[in-house]
């Protein structure tokens, strides 16, 4: 599997998660890498992003001065710090990683559950 996300579970509201995407089989550092999430019955929306060039994260409004995205290229791993979370930052979580040059690969984690729940 060439990314692996884990660290999702039940959380209350208010309370942080620290969930995590292992790659495997590439080298993550040629790679723009992302966190996408999916609500129940919404469709899937991207949340976080780092280009290869910096370390510079671009956060949608949802989420901006809540979570913090970070990747460390010599260990394969990519972050994302979630915290004073609220029932709607409830769904699955996917990483995704993306290079695009004469060709195009791209490759999505199977998605880690987390709930924000009382």
């Known amino acids: 599997v060439p990314l692996q996300a884990c660290g999702g579970g039940l959380v209350q509201p208010g309370g942080s998660l620290r969930i995590s995407c292992a790659a495997s089989?590439?080298?993550?550092?040629?790679?723009?890498v992302a966190w996408l999430r999916q609500a129940p019955g919404k469709e899937r929306e991207e949340i976080s992003c780092?280009?290869?060039?910096?370390?510079?994260?671009i956060y949608g409004d949802s989420v901006k001065g809540r979570f913090t995205m970070s990747r460390d290229n010599a260990k394969g791993m990519v972050y994302l710090q979630t915290n004073t979370l609220k029932p709607e930052d409830t769904g699955v979580y996917y990483c995704n990683a993306d290079l695009r040059t004469a060709s195009w690969n791209n490759y999505w984690g199977q998605g880690t559950q987390v709930t924000v729940s009382s």
């Open positions: 780092i280009s290869s060039t910096d370390d510079n994260a």
């Open positions: 089989g590439f080298t993550l550092g040629r790679y723009a």
